[in-house]
T-cell receptor, first 115, second 111 residues
C-alpha cells in the first residue's frame, strides 16, 4: 500500500542530545514537509523540500536540520539548539508545483519528549 | 493577525444536530482551501477540499466566500464519530505548496 511512514512513534531524548526522526514515502511525491504541533496550536512548518537535494526553511527552522538525498526520504534532526523540542512532529508529502487543490498526506507522527 | 483563524471551541452538540464552523484567512492571494480532520493524538486527514462554487460530500458541506475571505464547514445529522478537531487549511499555491493551518475547532458530539 502507498503511504507515508514516520518512525519512531514515540521518542525520548535527554537534554543536549541530537535526535533524528525518520520519514519515508512511497507515493512518488516530489514535495515533503515537516510540521510541529504543540497542544492547542495549529501545525507550524519547520522545513520543506520540493525536490531531491533541495530544501527550504519554514517558519520555525531554528534548531532543526534536514536532508533530502532521496525522493522517498526526508529525515529531520532535532538538535540541541532547539530550546523547546517536546512536541508532536508530523511529516507530510504532496505533489509539488502549481496544482490547485492538491492535498497533503501525513505520516502518523512522532511524539518527542525531552527528559 | 494570524493567517488562518478559527474558533477553537469546543462545540458540544447532541447527536443529530447540525453544526457549522467558520474560518477566516488573511491572504487574499490564497488559492486552495481544505478542511482536515484530526483525531486526538493522530495525524490530520483530508476531509474535503473547498471549491469556489461550494461542495457537498454526504453530511458535510463546505463553502468559500472569497470576497469576505472565509470558509465554512457544515455538518448535518451529527454522529458520535464526528467528534474530532477540524482544521481549516489554506494554500497559497505560489510555486510550491505552503499549507497554512488554523489551530482547529474541536467538536464533541454527545448521545
Amino acid at each position: 500500500d502507498g503511504g507515508i511512514t514516520q518512525s519512531p512513534k514515540y521518542l525520548f531524548r535527554k537534554e543536549g542530545q541530537n535526535v533524528t526522526l525518520s520519514c519515508e514515502q512511497n507515493l512518488n511525491h516530489d514535495a515533503m514537509y515537516w510540521y510541529r504541533q504543540d497542544p492547542g496550536q495549529g501545525l507550524r512548518l519547520i522545513y520543506y523540500s520540493q525536490i531531491v537535494n533541495d530544501f527550504q526553511k519554514g517558519d520555525i527552522a531554528e534548531g532543526y536540520s534536514v536532508s533530502r538525498e532521496k525522493k522517498e526520504s526526508f529525515p529531520l534532526t532535532v538538535t540541541s539548539a532547539q530550546k523547546n523540542p517536546t512536541a508532536f512532529y508530523l511529516c507530510a508529502s504532496s505533489w509539488s508545483g502549481n496544482r490547485p487543490n492538491t492535498e497533503a498526506f501525513f505520516g502518523q507522527g512522532t511524539r518527542l519528549t525531552v527528559v | 493577525r494570524k493567517e488562518v483563524e478559527q474558533d477553537p471551541g469546543p462545540f458540544n452538540v447532541p447527536e443529530g444536530a447540525t453544526v457549522a464552523f467558520n474560518c477566516t484567512y488573511s491572504n487574499s492571494a490564497s488559492q486552495s482551501f481544505f478542511w482536515y480532520r484530526q483525531d486526538c493524538r493522530k495525524e490530520p486527514k483530508l476531509l474535503m477540499s473547498v471549491y469556489s462554487s461550494g461542495n457537498e460530500d454526504g453530511r458535510f458541506t463546505a463553502q468559500l466566500n472569497r470576497a469576505s475571505q472565509y470558509i465554512s464547514l457544515l455538518i448535518r445529522d451529527s454522529k458520535l464519530s464526528d467528534s474530532a478537531t477540524y482544521l481549516c487549511v489554506v494554500n497559497k499555491n505560489t510555486g510550491f505548496q505552503k499549507l497554512v493551518f488554523g489551530t482547529g475547532t474541536r467538536l464533541l458530539v454527545s448521545p
